[in-house]
């Protein structure tokens, strides 16, 4: 919490020195439209998520247990992936972010953003003394979640459905599949069918950027939308 406090203190300081900005500019004031875009957002990828682990389920014969389930295991585990997905969208799709945007333009800002963010994984995942291919896998498929989460940012100016995207998939995955400190909350995997090695390269390229894909697409038909809350300014 101490973290997460430094950081929008930071965040704050920075706005103000540099562009005179209040800290409202990130649409984080919890107020009825970024509320909105926040559960459209947490809703939105949940589905999409749980789609996916039905497509896994079926292409890969996935057999899944099911576990008791401990209430106070799975509210632990949401206060943690909140802090946790609210402090990383302040940190890339934050202020740093906005003021890229004001100085270097929306598109290099959110590319800077997304490598950023996906090189950041590498670190956040312990790989950093893995193969090279691993490696570069992490930083295309959370670079490019990076990028979708930042153009999100951008043409809502606000992090609220950015951050309901990064909660509801940190806190629907910890439901299904190992994790730390919180995983296999609700489920856990008995078997499952292995590919050849080729097919296994296929099918985590999919995995990768199946959500990703599908939540730009999402993203821009909201933004197309008479849904005036998504209307880009």
Same mark, same amino acid.
């Given at each position: 919490?101490?973290?997460?406090?430094?950081?929008?203190?930071?965040?704050?300081?920075?706005?103000? $020195?540099?562009?005179?900005?209040?800290?409202?500019?990130? /649409?984080?004031?919890?107020?009825?439209?970024?509320?909105?875009?926040?559960?459209? /957002?947490?809703?939105?990828?949940?589905?999409?998520?749980?789609?996916?682990?039905?497509?896994?389920?079926?292409?890969?014969?996935?057999?899944?247990?099911?576990?008791?389930?401990?209430?106070?295991?799975?509210?632990?585990?949401?206060?943690?992936? $909140?802090?946790?997905?609210?402090?990383? +969208?302040?940190?890339?799709?934050?202020?740093?972010?906005?003021?890229?945007?004001?100085?270097?333009?929306?598109?290099?800002?959110?590319?800077?953003?997304?490598?950023?963010?996906?090189?950041?994984?590498?670190?956040?995942?312990?790989?950093?003394? +893995?193969?090279?291919?691993?490696?570069?896998?992490?930083?295309?498929?959370?670079?490019?979640?990076?990028?979708?989460?930042?153009?999100?940012? +951008?043409?809502?100016?606000?992090?609220?459905?950015?951050?309901?995207?990064?909660?509801?998939?940190?806190? $629907?995955?910890?439901?299904?599949?190992?994790?730390?400190?919180?995983?296999?909350?609700?489920?856990?995997?008995?078997?499952?069918?292995?590919?050849?090695?080729?097919?296994?390269?296929?099918?985590?390229?999919?995995?990768?950027?199946?959500?990703?894909?599908?939540?730009?697409?999402?993203?821009?038909?909201?933004?197309?939308?008479?849904?005036?809350?998504?209307?880009?300014?």
């Amino acid at each position: 919490m101490l973290g997460l406090l430094v950081i929008i203190v930071i965040s704050w300081g920075l706005l103000y $020195l540099i562009e005179k900005k209040h800290i409202t500019v990130l /649409g984080i004031v919890p107020n009825p439209k970024h509320l909105t875009q926040f559960l459209i /957002g947490f809703v939105f990828i949940i589905v999409l998520n749980l789609l996916w682990v039905f497509i896994e389920t079926t292409i890969k014969s996935v057999v899944w247990e099911t576990k008791s389930i401990n209430y106070g295991l799975i509210y632990h585990s949401f206060i943690y992936h $909140l802090r946790s997905a609210l402090t990383e +969208d302040l940190v890339f799709r934050g202020a740093i972010l906005y003021l890229l945007i004001q100085k270097i333009g929306p598109r290099k800002a959110i590319v800077i953003s997304a490598v950023i963010f996906g090189i950041y994984h590498v670190f956040s995942y312990g790989m950093t003394s +893995d193969r090279v291919i691993p490696i570069i896998y992490v930083i295309l498929t959370t670079g490019f979640t990076g990028y979708v989460w930042a153009y999100a940012f +951008d043409k809502t100016k606000s992090i609220a459905i950015g951050l309901g995207f990064h909660l509801g998939y940190n806190l $629907l995955m910890t439901c299904f599949y190992p994790s730390q400190p919180y995983g296999e909350l609700l489920f856990t995997q008995v078997s499952r069918v292995n590919f050849s090695e080729w097919n296994e390269l296929y099918f985590a390229l999919l995995k990768g950027f199946f959500p990703s894909i599908i939540t730009l697409f999402f993203i821009r038909i909201l933004l197309k939308s008479d849904f005036k809350i998504f209307k880009i300014k």
